[in-house]
């Protein structure tokens, strides 16, 4: 009897499993058929245009992302402060616990805090409210801790879509002189780059995680101080822009 119960709970188990086994390969095949429907092979990019502003002054904007760091971005912005100069930073949601006086002094500097997503995950492959989540965490933190509330986000690896740009449902403040730090690795090469690109209403892309990032930055605002630029952050230097967009997103290579 005992044999038989134990045969019967063998077989029940083993059929158990089989399903559990079957069903997690057809949930496996449906997460992979939503990511073919949300294709990458869409266009990534929309037609995007650069900033452009019809005035004497020559304006500038550095941003700096994937911070904070308390190693870097204190140095930054103690830089900064001290030479009456802002920046927008687009803060990661995985980073910002423990750095709360961080974001205070940001938001004290006069610089702008900007959403660059709660862990940096691609949003071509996070359905949509996954999105949502990623940017709320974002926001409410920063809320939160500052009172400041966020205007600007800017996607992990600047990349999205139409269906991003809808669940998002602002402005996707992105760049136009990508200054390539984690790739030049050093500060004189990374503020030439940036100082012989760089123009009135030029968005510089820069990173809060690398001593060779400060370095560059002081050479960059030594430089362009002298060259008479004045410093805006993202906001500032959306509504100086002539051209109205929908959405405004700004993009170059
Ligand atoms: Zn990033």
Redesign the pocket.
Known sequence: MIYFINKKFIIFLACLFTMIFLSSIYINYRSVATFSDSPVEEELFFPAFNVHINDTDKVVALTF??GPTREYTTKILNYLDANNVVATFFVLGIRLKNNDDILIDMVKNGCEIGN?SYN?KQFLYLKNDEVKKQIEYVDNYVRNVTGFSIRSVRT??GEYNQRIKKTIDRPIVLWNIDSEDWKRKDASKIAEHVISNVQSGSIILLHDIFDFSYEATILIVEELLAQGYKFVTVSQLLELNEVNGDGIVFWSK
Request: a negative charge; glycine letters at 0%.
């Open positions: 992302d994937d660059h940096h992990p690896y």
